[in-house]
């Protein structure tokens, strides 16, 4: 595999060994497939991934390693030559400010791509790139293109622009119309291993070990997870939180159900909120059975005193509580009265 030196914007990319071997082999034979389809979970870095394949397909630099690969005898081998984007010449630079033309980049206007953006796609696509070699439509969310979206794509699918490749990326591909994802070149990224994303977010953000180690722990390998649930100071709201739910019992009704009205008013939060109420009582539970597999890992010698307050009855009532009033909120249930009935349940009255 190449040992691709990313730019610091790309960093978080460096453990897609199977992307970056892919864009190797692609550059060294010269033929570059006319569409992908990158897939994984969100905020894993699928768009930065599209933008990283197009500055590297434009890199003069890399332009130069590759003429000079492609005049071996043993070209398999130079691969890891290759060092990825210089991130200085002209055309990096434009990318990486996002003003390149022909780095075009479509995403949803509000919940769906629509068949007007696609229009407006292939009219642009009909004209030849303007500076570069390789021009590179990305449809970011593709998953969200409606049926007149997606039809209209495929047309285009059929019959590629020249010199023109095009990148969609989803969540799964099963989201797609089979008929555009048996058009496409499937690469598949990889969650971020938990080890992996705490160096990322130490070394990108200047988080402590611990912050780092903790909302790597429960970002399930996405790095634009980690990184908002760093600018919204999650630690500290977590911690909180659970200093609140944990005194629910010890308070008088009334002054317990007030938190549902602190909570109410915090709809935007209010689904990780009871996420952490939930993790935070299934921590609880599962201590007392298998201690190594805790999520709050940082919170070990406090869920160490405190597992044992309750049985493990109650925990399940309880989990089962949050879990239900998640169900409600979803159903668009009246929220300030689904808290109250939650807290009712958590205190046993």
Not at 119 to 144: G, H, M, N, V
Not at 283 to 296: A, Q
Not at 297 to 313: P, V
């Amino acid at each position: 595999m190449p040992d691709f030196k990313l730019h610091p914007e790309y960093k978080h990319l460096k453990n897609q060994r199977k992307l970056l071997s892919y864009i190797a082999a692609f550059l060294v034979k010269g033929a570059i497939p006319h569409a992908f389809l990158f897939t994984g979970i969100k905020g894993v870095g699928k768009q930065s991934a599209a933008q990283l394949f197009s500055m590297v397909c434009n890199c003069a630099e890399v332009a130069s390693q590759v003429s000079i690969i492609r005049k071996s005898s043993y070209q398999a081998a130079f691969r890891e030559e290759i060092t990825g984007p210089c991130g200085q010449c002209r055309s990096c630079r434009k990318i990486l400010k996002g003003i390149h033309p022909d780095v075009i980049l479509t995403i949803p206007t509000g919940s769906f791509i629509k068949i007007g953006q696609i229009r407006t796609l292939c009219r642009k696509l009909a004209l030849k790139p303007y500076e570069s070699k390789f021009r590179f439509a990305i449809l970011s969310e593709a998953d969200s293109m409606n049926p007149e979206a997606g039809n209209a794509l495929l047309k285009m699918l059929e019959e590629p622009p020249d010199r023109t490749i095009l990148i969609l990326t989803a969540e799964q591909a099963s989201d797609l119309l089979p008929t555009v994802v048996s058009r496409c070149l499937h690469i598949r990224l990889n969650p971020i291993p938990e080890k992996d994303l705490a160096v990322l977010l130490k070394e990108a953000h200047g988080m402590d070990n611990g912050e780092a180690t903790a909302i790597a722990r429960i970002s399930g390998g996405s790095f634009s997870k980690a990184v908002s649930l760093h600018k919204q100071d999650w630690i500290n709201r977590r911690d909180r939180l659970i200093r609140e739910f944990e005194s629910l019992s010890s308070k008088p009704t009334g002054m317990a159900i007030s938190l549902a009205e602190k909570l109410s008013g915090k709809k935007e939060l209010l689904p990780d909120c009871l996420d952490i109420f939930m993790t935070w009582l299934r921590d609880l539970l599962v201590y007392r059975y298998s201690p190594g597999i805790i999520i709050y890992r940082d919170l070990k010698d406090k869920i160490q005193r405190e597992h044992g307050k309750l049985n493990a009855e109650t925990l399940i009532a309880r989990i089962e509580a949050v879990q239900e009033a998640l169900k409600r909120i979803e159903s668009n249930a009246n929220v300030r009265l689904t808290l109250e009935i939650m807290i009712l349940q958590m205190t046993g009255t």
